[in-house]
């Protein structure tokens, strides 16, 4: 088993920031990946970003890039993600997860679930 706890959601203005964070424990995280995905209200959960935590390797939807960063610290087990130039499109729970067998960037394809955390932008 895996336990994932997201934060640093929060209410933000049109084009301000936030640091979201996931902190993992439990099962060896060795070989996996771990993706943010966030869920607008009745839309579909989307992928949004995710980092391989041996190599590093990043990866982003198109409408993100240039505007977030994924990282990762592995001493602390945790991923971040920076979010810059937030609109209100990005409103959304944001929720990470963490894959073992892929594709990163399919839902699907993830194998344990944090609880999300909120993101509002205000126009």
């Known amino acids: 088993q895996v336990q994932l706890g997201e934060s640093g959601g929060g209410l933000v203005h049109a084009g301000g920031s936030l640091r979201l964070s996931c902190a993992a424990s439990?099962?060896?995280?060795?070989?996996?990946?771990i993706g943010w995905f966030r869920q607008a209200p009745g839309k579909e959960r989307e992928f949004v970003s995710a980092?391989?935590?041996?190599?590093?390797?990043?990866y982003y939807a198109d409408s993100m890039k240039g505007r977030f960063t994924i990282s990762r610290d592995n001493a602390k087990n945790t991923v971040y993600l920076q979010m810059n130039s937030l609109k209100p499109e990005d409103t959304a729970v944001y929720y990470c997860?963490?894959?073992?067998?892929?594709?990163?960037?399919?839902?699907?394809?993830?194998?344990?679930w944090g609880q999300g955390t909120q993101v509002t932008v205000s126009s």
């Open positions: 997860g963490v894959t073992y067998r892929g594709p990163y960037y399919r839902k699907e394809g993830y194998d344990y």
């Open positions: 439990g099962r060896t995280l060795s070989g996996t990946a």
């Open positions: 980092i391989t935590l041996s190599a590093g390797s990043t």
